[in-house]
T-cell receptor, first 113, second 111 residues
Framework: NTKITQSPRYLILGRANKSLECEQHLGHNAMYWYKQSAEKPPELMFLYNLKQLIRNETVPSRFIPECPDSSKLLLHISAVDPEDSAVYFC?????????????FGHGTKLSVL | QQQVRQSPQSLTVWEGETAILNCSYE??????FPWYQQFPGEGPALLIS?????DKKEDGRFTIFFNKREKKLSLHITDSQPGDSATYFC??????????FGAGTKLSVKP
C-alpha cells in the first residue's frame, strides 16, 4: 500500500525524542494513529477529522499528535518507555462515520532500548 | 473490557479445506463488522465486511455468516490456499465509536 506512507519504517530509541510521520494520498478526511504490540490487535490512540482532534484515547502524555494538514499526521514521542515498543500504524478513512473502511500504512516499528 | 472476542487463537488447515474463524461481541449497538487480514510486516487490510441488516456476505472464497440474536459471526474461507496464511482480525463498530478489534486468529494453511 503506497497510498499511505509512513516514516521511518524502523526506529530504535533510548530515552530520546522522535517523531513519526504519515502522509495519505487518498483524499481522506480522517486519519488515525494505532498502536499494535506484539501478538495483540491494533489499539486506537488518536483520531483527526479534517485536522481537528476529535477523539483522544487514554494514552501517556509523552505521545503528542499533530496534524499540519488534512493529508499529514505526526506523532511526537518524548522520553520513550520500554512499554512503548510496538508497531505504530497510521490509518485513514473517507470520513468519521465509524462504519467505514480503514486504510492502514505499513507501520513504524519502534524498539526501545 | 474485551468487547470483541475471537476464536480460535490459531488455526491450521490443509490446502483446499474450509477454515472457520469465529467472532462474538457484547455491545448490541454494534452494526458494522469488518474483517481485516494482516500479513507479517504489513498493516491490516480490509478483507470483507458485513452490516447488521444482513445475515450473510459473500466475496469469492470468503463468506461472513452473521447471527444478530446471538451476537456471533464467523468467517468461512473455502478452498484455503497457502497464501491465505495470515492473522485475521474481526472488528465491530457503531455510529458513535471507532472500530474495536478482536485479538485475532492466526491462520496457517499447509500445502
Amino acid at each position: 500500500n503506497t497510498k499511505i506512507t509512513q516514516s521511518p519504517r524502523y526506529l530504535i530509541l533510548g530515552r530520546a525524542n522522535k517523531s513519526l510521520e504519515c502522509e495519505q494520498h487518498l483524499g481522506h478526511n480522517a486519519m488515525y494513529w494505532y498502536k499494535q504490540s506484539a501478538e495483540k490487535p491494533p489499539e486506537l490512540m488518536f483520531l483527526y477529522n479534517l485536522k481537528q482532534l476529535i477523539r483522544n484515547e487514554t494514552v501517556p502524555s509523552r505521545f503528542i499528535p499533530e496534524c499540519p494538514d488534512s493529508s499529514k499526521l505526526l506523532l511526537h514521542i518524548s522520553a520513550v518507555d520500554p512499554e512503548d515498543s510496538a508497531v505504530y500504524f497510521c490509518a485513514s478513512s473517507p470520513g468519521t462515520g465509524w462504519n467505514e473502511r480503514l486504510f492502514f500504512g505499513h507501520g513504524t516499528k519502534l524498539s526501545v532500548l | 473490557q474485551q468487547q470483541v472476542r475471537q476464536s480460535p487463537q490459531s488455526l491450521t488447515v490443509w490446502e483446499g479445506e474450509t477454515a472457520i474463524l469465529n467472532c462474538s461481541y457484547e455491545d448490541s449497538t454494534f452494526n458494522y463488522f469488518p474483517w481485516y487480514q494482516q500479513f507479517p510486516g504489513e498493516g491490516p487490510a480490509l478483507l470483507i465486511s458485513i452490516r447488521s441488516v444482513s445475515d450473510k456476505k459473500e466475496d469469492g472464497r470468503f463468506t461472513i455468516f452473521f447471527n444478530k440474536r446471538e451476537k456471533k459471526l464467523s468467517l468461512h474461507i473455502t478452498d484455503s490456499q497457502p497464501g491465505d496464511s495470515a492473522t485475521y482480525f474481526c472488528a465491530a463498530s457503531n455510529n458513535n465509536n471507532a472500530p474495536r478489534f478482536g485479538a485475532g486468529t492466526k491462520l496457517s494453511v499447509k500445502p
